[in-house]
């Protein structure tokens, strides 16, 4: 098993550019999650969908953030027009069924992105 | 709002010290708490606890669930530089029970 696969792994940006991140959910998950993580906020969970459909964007900072999620196996989520304060680790994760209460999330290695 | 606390933030100890890290949680209907250890990388699964299961163990690493005082330990004994991390406490929370994650407790273990 591969585990969740991101990439890239580091991205280097100017404020102002688009940037998208992708995410290879582990295969037979059904569910998928964006998080972010920053020192000042902690682990902050963005979107997440079940079946391809996402059910709770709540935690997508404003409209400059989208995720999408086409088919079973990829996901991306993208920044237009980056800004400084986006600088973050970002997470994808994927569980069987919605790691709340009888499964758990498994992390991808994460996305680390600098915007300048 | 739901929300999960954690502490201390950090915490520095001496190999073969105990430590005890806390997390508390106000959630409006408790299904469980999950406990994660995030080193370089992503976070990874330590325990899940729930009504039924107020208790686990593994190794030197435990926790309890107090749903009276709405909060959780997590011990881990005889510490390791192995052990340095950061633990991470996490709730299912919201309309839709989405995981929300304390900040986390940083632990930095010295040999």
């Known amino acids: 098993d591969a585990g969740v696969i991101q990439s890239p792994r580091h991205e280097v940006t100017e404020m102002g550019q688009e940037v998208t991140l992708r995410c290879k959910p582990i295969?037979?998950?059904?569910?998928l999650f964006w998080y972010r993580q920053t020192m000042m906020r902690g682990l902050e969970l963005l979107i997440y969908?079940?079946?391809?459909?996402?059910?709770?964007d709540s935690g997508m900072p404003e409209d400059r953030f989208s995720a999408k999620m086409p088919n079973a196996s990829f996901s991306t989520l993208k920044i237009q027009p980056s800004e400084p304060r986006d600088s973050a680790v970002y997470f994808c994760?994927?569980?069987?069924?919605?790691?709340?209460?009888?499964?758990?999330?498994?992390f991808g290695p994460g996305t680390r992105l600098t915007v300048l | 709002e739901d929300k999960v606390v954690q502490s201390p933030l950090s915490l520095v100890v001496h190999e073969g010290d105990t430590v005890t890290l806390n997390c508390s949680y106000e959630?409006?209907?408790?299904?469980?708490l999950l406990w994660y250890k995030q080193e370089k990388k992503a976070p990874t699964f330590l325990f899940m606890l729930t009504s039924s299961g107020i208790e686990k163990k593994s190794g030197r690493l435990s926790s309890i669930l107090d749903k009276k005082e709405l909060s959780s330990i997590l011990n881990i004994t005889a510490t390791q530089t192995g052990d340095s991390a950061i633990y991470l406490c996490?709730?299912?929370?919201?309309?839709?029970?989405?995981?929300?994650f304390g900040t986390g407790t940083l632990l930095a273990v010295q040999p």
């Open positions: 969908f079940n079946n391809n459909v996402p059910i709770d």
């Open positions: 996490a709730v299912p929370g919201g309309a839709t029970n989405k995981l929300i």
């Open positions: 959630v409006t209907n408790f299904r469980s």
């Open positions: 994760a994927s569980s069987r069924t919605g790691g709340f209460a009888t499964d758990t999330q498994y």
């Open positions: 295969s037979g998950h059904d569910y």
